[in-house]
C-alpha cells in the first residue's frame, strides 16, 4: 500500500528559531516528491520538488532533503516568522503514474 | 496566487442532492486534477483530465464524475450525496508531464446536511 506518513503532527516554535518536520514514504517505485504549504482552507503551493536523484532543493529560507534509499525526506525551515504558520504536506508521485499522494501533514504555528 | 480559480467558494447541500464544481485552469496547462481534502487530513486524488479525457482515477466511486471543456476548464460532479462527502474539493492545473508543477486553486468548501 503506498503511504505517507509525517511527523510530528503539530509544531509550536518561537519566531525566528529552525524547525525541521518529517516525511518517510513507502511509495514504490517513486518518481518525485513535493512539499507543499498550506494555509487553512486555502489551496497547496508548492515549496520545493525532488526527483530520486536529488538530495537536497533550496526555496529561501526553506531547504528540503531526500534520501531515496531510506525513504525519508524532511523539510527544514530557518528564522521562522509568523507568516509560516501553515500546514506543510509531503507528497510523492509514483512512477508512471498520474496522481499524488499526500501526507496528512505537519500543523506549524510560528508565536511572537 | 497560481491562476486557478474554483467556483463556488462555499456550498450546503443536502444528501442525496447532486453537485457540480468549476475550476478554470493557469493559461496554457492542459491538464487539471481534482482532490477531495477531508478536514485535517492530506488531499485524496480523485481523477485527472488531459486534453477532454479521464487519465487516471482514484478510489472513488462513479458517482464523483467529472469533464474538460476544450478550453481546459474543468468539472467534478458528486451525485447522490452523502455526510462524508462534506470536504474541500481542490482541482490543480498543469502541463502534462512528470516533473509538472501542479497548482492549486483556493478550493470550494463543500458541506452536506
Known amino acids: 500500500k503506498n503511504q505517507v506518513e509525517q511527523s510530528p503532527q503539530s509544531l509550536i516554535i518561537l519566531e525566528g528559531k529552525n524547525c525541521t518536520l518529517q516525511?518517510?514514504?513507502?511509495?514504490?517505485?517513486?518518481?518525485?516528491l513535493r512539499w507543499y504549504k498550506q494555509d487553512t482552507g486555502r489551496g497547496p503551493v508548492s515549496l520545493t520538488i525532488?526527483?530520486?536523484?536529488?538530495n537536497t532543493k533550496s526555496n529561501g529560507r526553506y531547504t528540503a532533503t531526500l534520501d531515496a534509499d531510506t525513504k525519508q525526506s524532511s523539510l527544514h525551515i530557518t528564522a521562522s516568522q509568523l507568516s509560516d504558520s501553515a500546514s506543510y504536506i509531503c507528497?510523492?508521485?509514483?512512477?508512471?503514474?498520474?496522481?499524488?499522494?499526500f501526507g496528512t501533514g505537519t500543523r506549524l504555528t510560528v508565536i511572537p | 496566487e497560481t491562476g486557478v480559480t474554483q467556483s463556488p467558494t462555499h456550498l450546503i447541500k443536502t444528501r442525496g442532492q447532486q453537485v457540480t464544481l468549476r475550476c478554470s485552469s493557469q493559461?496554457?496547462?492542459?491538464?487539471v486534477s481534482w482532490y477531495q481534502q477531508a478536514l485535517g487530513q492530506g488531499p485524496q486524488f480523485i481523477f485527472q483530465?488531459?486534453?477532454?479525457?479521464?487519465?487516471g482515477r482514484g478510489n472513488f466511486p462513479p458517482r464523483f464524475s467529472g469533464l474538460q471543456f476544450p478550453n481546459y476548464s474543468s468539472e467534478l460532479n458528486v451525485n447522490a450525496l452523502e455526510l462524508d462527502d462534506s470536504a474541500l474539493y481542490l482541482c490543480?492545473?498543469?502541463?502534462?508531464?512528470?516533473?509538472?508543477?501542479?497548482?492549486f486553486g483556493p478550493g470550494t468548501r463543500l458541506t452536506v446536511t
Open positions: 516525511c518517510n514514504y513507502t511509495v514504490s517505485p517513486f518518481s518525485n
Open positions: 493559461s496554457g496547462h492542459n491538464t
Open positions: 507528497v510523492v508521485r509514483p512512477f508512471g503514474a498520474n496522481n499524488l499522494f
Open positions: 490543480a492545473s498543469s502541463l502534462e508531464g512528470i516533473l509538472s508543477e501542479q497548482y
Open positions: 525532488m526527483t530520486f536523484s536529488e
Open positions: 483530465y488531459y486534453r477532454e479525457e479521464e487519465n
